[in-house]
């Protein structure tokens, strides 16, 4: 059974750094392709990283470009996300989640770690 | 950037009842790469559809996806109670960036 684990949020003042963590079972961050979705309160999805497989490819979306790091310890089976230079509009329920392929839905979600960005 | 629009915005209706869902890409999806989740209130998302038709595991078979191209629909075709919850729809044919649709609420009355 696939289980996925976020850890690290909370209350963080504007321009402020987090980092989430993601431990995994039931699946190898190494084979899958991992990804941190995010959901501001009352409102939609929106993803924000990605990473390969390989760990080689990384992409990242726009509106978090340049302030956050997607990583992963495959000996700890864990993913992570190092956020900085935070602002009020990233705060929003994270979650963690995989799937098998680069053209695969998103199979497997954790249930979320909230970080709230205010003074 | 591929968009996905989604209607209604809100879906009331009774146990028993059909519901259909709606979501519109803004360009061809690819190879019909396209899911469809369900959030009930206070949970994460669940996979239901994939590849526009193709059932999740465990998914009841009262969950139908079809569509192709730039139109796509989620049917469940008897409603249940525990049916009342925010549906997605999201393409993984042209990525990044992943998108999702902006959401359909689906009430049970």
């Known amino acids: 059974q696939v289980q996925l684990v976020e850890s690290g949020g909370g209350l963080v003042k504007p321009g402020g750094s987090l980092r989430l963590s993601c431990e995994v079972s039931g699946l190898s961050v190494s084979d899958y392709y991992m990804s941190w979705i995010r959901q501001a309160p009352g409102k939609g999805l929106e993803w924000i990283a990605y990473m390969s497989s390989s760990g080689n490819t990384k992409y990242y979306g726009d509106s978090v470009k340049g302030r956050i790091t997607i990583s992963r310890d495959n000996a700890k089976n864990s993913l992570h996300l190092q956020m900085s230079s935070l602002r009020p509009e990233d705060t929003a329920m994270y979650y963690c989640v995989s799937r098998s392929g680069w053209y695969s839905a998103f199979e497997n979600w954790g249930q979320g770690a909230l970080v709230t960005v205010s003074s | 950037e591929i968009v996905l629009t989604q209607s209604p915005g809100t879906l009331s209706l009774s146990p028993g009842e059909r519901a259909t869902l709606s979501c519109r890409a803004s360009?061809?999806?690819?190879?019909?790469?396209l899911a469809w989740y369900q959030q009930k209130s206070g949970q994460a998302p669940r996979l239901l559809i994939s590849?526009?038709?193709k059932r999740a595991t465990g998914i009841p078979d009262r969950f139908s996806g079809s569509g192709s191209g730039t139109d796509f629909t989620l049917t469940i075709s008897s409603l249940e109670p525990e049916d009342s919850a925010v549906y997605y729809c999201?393409?993984?044919?042209?990525?990044?960036?992943?998108?999702f649709g902006q959401g359909t609420r689906l009430q049970i009355k």
């Open positions: 590849g526009a038709s």
């Open positions: 999201q393409q993984y044919g042209s990525s990044p960036p992943i998108t």
């Open positions: 360009q061809t999806v690819t190879n019909n790469y």
